[in-house]
């Protein structure tokens, strides 16, 4: 009978498994601080590995700041962390697919990382720009310079600098550094292999960005800096031009596995008159020549074709005669209203988009700042965010890099328009995305027009706006000419907050316990945390994502979970109620659950733990066993 972790992965030790399956004679032990020995690898065999193509010199080409190492330690550690539903705060939470996670984002990235490994297919985020003025997270990332000149070890004990022309420009960027790098890095493994991350920021860190994301994500699978266009506004008399637009990184977990239609595109036919004067039930065309007044060596071949009126036309054509008369054929050759005009090849619109177009770097049709804070306004009657995104920039990235059933995250959501604009794109075109949205409860100003209303967090912000903006997509359709079938579309959204584990600290570290707490740890679980609350710390446990179908049926009188894989088959059985017997095991094994999970203290007795182990092996031999 396994006991669960219940905690996220040490990515240390994961990688140094991954190594060990490799090359085996890397492996080596240590003593931590605690005196217990654990597995290390042996650097100088790892040297001796890669031959010649280890570089011992040790200026190399990087990007480096006060702080680095630590994030990288940061990113390996686990953290004892849970996710705990707020069914109250939901919207439809039994059926939906969609999740909104309130918490810190990287703790939640952390706490997704096993559910969501290779699964999200498009990634957006808005993050703090570094401006000083940042609404959501620290306002500025500057370190003072007696912070800066310490850390970075400019200084001795007593003050004095330690080398000259200390750089100051570092001061003003570590910490949003930190902050970036520990983030994309856990968000590239949840990208699935042709999956594309989107990065809003402005000039005073696309440098750095870039430079992080060539890191994080391979200069090889930089796809592109996009130019939005932000604002309209003429700015008379300013010799610059970054007061009105920002940049969109986009980079690819893997370029190779991009395919071409994902990328943005800019239409030629701006410019074509298209039309459709015999009705082709193929759409509307514009017509081009297919034969010369004069003969081309080379190009023009002469010969007679009848016309469906009759006509003869001996011409020289710029196709071979089979070609033409095919074309003839297939209607594919325009001779006029009666038949006797001069022919002409007809190019149907769809195809000349399909063949004519090209990508572009420079997005000014997608509206500006002014349109997000339209679309919010209009939302909520009130200016309760400043500066939002809009769902057309938004939707634009979603429409150009997924296609239906597949995730979007954004793990910087801020009022909310990443969700918008997958429920608004999937009510036009059919779809049907999914979104995963984090944000932090980040206290609004006492101030604002936020506040006023009675919006005391950015959370708070974002998830009412989810909630109108389904109701709004909703009345629209209905108030339209021609209503569609928006049953498909999912307007719904599981609500989820970052907490502490439900798990006492004993259960991670059951040495901590003597004589004098023993009786305070009669149950391992924390006396305010619910059933629901420790099923969903389960299944982040087993890999098993957030938007599963929950079923709660009644066995033997027990409260039991029922999640089912899409295969419908019974992914996990689990029950955290007091009295669990061998009648109830019985049924439960008729299921045949890849997992089964009980409290430690749920079985009635020590003989019935015994038997349920006995049981499910005989019974459902394929069924693992795992208390809590």
């Not at 000149?149 to 750089?167: I, R």
Request: charged fraction near 35%; glycine fraction near 6%.
């Amino acid at each position: 009978m396994k006991k669960l972790a219940l905690k996220t992965t040490n990515l240390a030790e994961e990688n140094i498994q991954k190594l060990s399956s490799l090359f085996p004679n890397l492996i080596t032990e240590k003593e931590n601080e605690q005196g217990e020995l654990i597995k290390t690898i042996d650097v100088e065999k790892l040297k001796e590995l890669v031959g010649d193509y280890a570089d011992e010199n040790s200026e190399v080409y990087s990007l480096g700041w006060v702080g680095k190492s630590a994030s990288r330690r940061k990113i390996a550690e686990s953290i004892n962390k849970t996710l705990r539903p707020a069914v109250d705060e939901s919207v439809d939470f039994e059926k939906t697919k969609n999740v909104f996670i309130e918490g810190d984002n990287f703790e939640v990235l952390k706490l997704l990382r096993e559910s969501y490994l290779n699964s999200i297919k498009m990634i957006y985020i808005d993050p703090p720009y570094n401006t000083g003025k940042d609404f959501v997270y620290k306002d500025n990332f500057t370190k003072s310079r007696e912070e800066y000149d310490v850390e970075s070890k400019a200084v001795d004990e007593e003050g004095n600098k330690l080398f000259k022309n200390t750089t100051t420009n570092g001061r003003f960027h570590s910490d949003w550094l930190s902050m970036m790098f520990e983030r994309l890095t856990l968000a590239r493994d949840l990208l699935k292999d042709d999956g594309v991350i989107f990065i809003s920021i402005d000039d005073n860190e696309v440098a750095n960005l870039r430079k992080i994301c060539d890191e994080i994500f391979g200069e090889g699978n930089f796809i592109d800096s996009v130019i939005w266009h932000k604002d309209d506004v003429n700015r008379k008399g300013s010799q610059f031009t970054k007061g009105i637009h920002e940049y969109v990184l986009v980079y690819a977990k893997s370029r190779q596995n991009i395919l071409d239609n994902w990328k943005v595109k800019k239409k030629l036919s701006d410019s074509i008159k298209f039309e459709n004067p015999d009705k082709d039930e193929r759409g509307e065309w514009f017509s081009a020549n297919i034969c010369a007044d004069n003969y081309i060596e080379g190009r023009t071949k002469c010969f007679m074709v009848k016309s469906p009126s009759g006509k003869i036309w001996k011409r020289k054509w710029f196709k071979d005669e089979k070609e033409i008369r095919e074309l003839v054929s297939d209607k594919r050759i325009y001779f006029g209203p009666d038949g006797n005009n001069v022919p002409r090849l007809k190019i149907f619109k769809t195809e000349w988009e399909e063949q004519n177009t090209f990508a572009v770097s420079v997005w000014n049709d997608v509206g500006g700042t002014g349109t997000g804070g339209e679309e919010l306004a209009e939302l909520f009657n009130e200016a309760v965010f400043d500066y939002p995104k809009n769902t057309s920039l938004i939707g634009k990235m979603i429409q150009i890099s997924t296609k239906e059933g597949d995730i979007i995250l954004d793990f910087f959501a801020g009022s909310g328009t990443t969700a918008h604009a997958v429920m608004q794109l999937n009510a036009e075109d059919g779809g049907n995305r999914r979104f995963v949205m984090v944000q932090l409860p980040e206290e609004t100003d006492k101030d604002s027009e936020a506040y006023k209303a009675g919006y005391k967090t950015i959370a708070e912000i974002s998830k009412e706006r989810i909630r109108r903006a389904g109701k709004k997509i909703q009345e629209d359709n209905k108030k339209s000419k021609e209503p569609k079938d928006l049953s498909h579309v999912d307007f719904g959204f599981k609500v989820f907050k970052v907490d502490s584990s439900n798990m006492k600290d004993v259960y991670y570290n059951p040495s901590a316990i003597d004589q004098r707490t023993l009786s305070n740890f009669k149950d391992n679980i924390k006396e305010d945390r619910t059933p629901e609350d420790l099923l969903y710390q389960v299944l982040l446990d087993m890999a098993i994502p957030l938007d599963a179908k929950v079923n709660i049926e009644k066995i033997k009188g027990k409260k039991v979970f029922v999640v089912k894989n899409p295969a419908d088959e019974a992914w996990l059985v689990a029950c955290f109620e007091e009295g669990v017997d061998l009648d109830l095991i019985k049924e439960i094994a008729e299921l045949k659950p890849l997992k089964a999970v009980f409290r430690d203290s749920s079985f009635k007795s020590d003989k019935d733990k015994v038997n349920t182990e006995e049981y499910l092996k005989n019974k459902s031999p394929n069924t693992q066993l795992g208390v809590i």
